[in-house]
């Protein structure tokens, strides 16, 4: 108890410090939601997205909110976001505020890893899921959805969330981990990641470090990946040039070597698999979640995608190739207004290394060194200025005449500038091939007529509720029979 009070005291004598401290000339204003000090708090918690909205109702494009002891400048909409996209790691600086993943990913990867190799990896990341590797992804993801769902049967009854979540890890298991990985040590790698995924709260922001029970589990959950990975890696070094057609992520990270000499450590290949996967994984579970939600819930819409896949792959139903899923435009659009409209991550940081300009609303502001730099997905997706009705799923808005994403960063589903997400192609290619096959051999219902409300509580957005759907066999599929 006495510890609790003194803890208290600190977090009461901080806030009156933050809040006391004076901001120069120049910079934005303070936002204030309810009651004066725990207001802010209170108000980010329950309704993040509301939070936000309800600031910039009353201060415009540009704010600052006070939390602890930290100062959070929210540039909302493409004019304001322009400097957090655009200026590089000199400016805004990611490792500053993602810190905090450094006990899932490691030391020495990503966040941790001085910028030279950081960037290094990432491009390396980025080889591995594009080009020749990115169209051998393909067979592997459809592999994966046709052994799923092929003793569904006739009909029944299924959760969408919890299937496409099962669908995503197995097929990027296969895909970024390999087929040995996947045929040998997917139980051992799923239940693993569960602890590593459930390791990361809230808490985690502030105290990443913090004696929970979850960061234990955590921290015992990566060694153990590590332990299994390190044979797995050393196994394919010792073979050399036996290795020369996998095109798993895996395989591209054995092979990094550096610029300036050296590859990397077992642990830190392992690191790379983790973030990779923490990357995909929420992202396109929850993606094609919505997105199939969107299309049930919209006849118009998903009729349209019906049509295409059957202009597509009438002639063809069984297997489908890099040319069918790169033709699928108009399930591209479905998947990209999901994004939009239940993008899942709320918030994009950086944190401001220098003071930086920007302008919005005919105003200029000077955000001062130190201060972390927030944009928002969820609330610049659904600006009315900039998306034409965007409280309803048009998906022809991404397509001419209306082009509505064209002027630069007024679309971030998948951020954008210097650090745009490397996984973009993979995860519209998985969602899209998922989705195909699903749609082609079942006829999906939902359950409830009411549509899901986002879970806000959560630290990646997915539906609360309503996932329920019902499937029936379609006469012409291909699967199960």
């Keep these: 108890m006495f510890a609790l009070i003194i803890a208290g005291i600190i977090l009461v004598a901080v806030l009156f410090i933050a809040l006391g401290r004076k901001r120069p000339a120049g910079t934005p204003p303070i936002a204030t939601v309810g009651i004066p000090v725990v207001g802010n708090y209170i ?68 966040y941790d890893a001085e910028p030279r190799k950081r960037i290094q990896q990432m491009q390396c990341m980025a080889s591995g899921l594009k080009g020749k590797s990115l169209r051998s992804y393909i067979p592997k993801i459809e592999k994966e959805t046709i052994d799923y769902i092929k003793d569904w049967g006739e009909k029944g009854e299924v959760d969408l969330l919890t299937i496409l979540s099962e669908l995503t890890i197995l097929s990027s298991s296969r895909c970024l981990h390999g087929d040995d990985v996947r ?39 990566r060694k153990e990946m590590v332990n299994i990975f390190s044979k797995i890696i050393a196994a394919r070094r010792e073979a050399g040039v036996d290795n020369s057609n996998r095109t798993d992520i895996l395989q591209v990270f054995v092979d990094l070597e550096y610029k300036e ?25 929850i993606s094609s979640t919505w997105t199939a939600l969107f299309l049930l819930h919209n006849k118009r819409c998903l009729d349209k995608v019906l049509e295409e896949q059957d202009r597509l792959l009438k002639d063809n139903i069984e297997t489908m190739n890099a040319d069918h899923v790169a033709q699928m435009t108009y399930l591209d659009n479905c998947v990209k207004e999901a994004l939009r409209m239940f993008p899942p991550l709320i918030m994009l940081m950086r944190m401001a290394l220098e003071d930086v300009e920007t302008t ?47 002027p630069q960063y007024s679309y971030i589903g998948f951020g954008g500038g210097m650090h745009a997400c490397i996984g ?9 091939t998922i989705l195909s096959i ?32 019902r499937y029936t066999r379609l006469p012409h599929a291909y699967i199960g029979k």
């Design 43 to 110: 108000a980010f918690a329950t309704q993040p997205v509301q939070f936000m909205k309800d600031c910039f109702n009353k201060y415009g494009s540009v704010f600052t909110v006070q939390m602890l002891h930290k100062n959070m400048t929210f540039l909302i909409g493409p004019e304001a976001g322009t400097p957090f996209f655009k200026l590089n790691d000199d400016f805004m600086g990611q490792a500053e505020v993602y810190g905090f993943m450094t006990p899932v990913f490691g030391k020495g990867v990503v």
């Design 360 to 406: 919005a609303d005919g105003k200029t502001y000077m955000i001062p060194k130190g201060d972390i730099v927030v944009t928002s997905p969820a609330l610049s997706g659904r600006l009315p200025h900039v998306f034409k009705n965007p409280d309803e799923f048009e998906p022809e808005r991404f397509d001419p005449p209306r082009n509505e994403h064209k």
């Design 438 to 469: 699903l749609f082609r051999n079942y006829k999906f219902e939902p359950v409830d007529r009411e549509f899901p409300e986002p879970d806000y509580a959560a630290m990646v957005i997915g539906p609360k509720n309503h996932c329920r759907v």
């Design 183 to 221: 045929e040998a040590l997917f139980a051992d790698v799923a239940r693993i990641y569960h602890d590593l995924d459930k390791g990361v709260t809230a808490l985690s922001f502030f105290f990443p470090y913090a004696p929970t029970d979850a960061h234990a589990k955590r921290d015992n959950a």
């Design 424 to 432: 973009q192609q993979f995860g519209l290619l998985q969602v899209k």
């Design 261 to 285: 000499g050296g590859c990397l450590s077992n642990d830190e290949v392992v690191g790379l698999l983790i973030a990779l996967l923490f990357a995909g994984q929420h992202t396109s579970s």
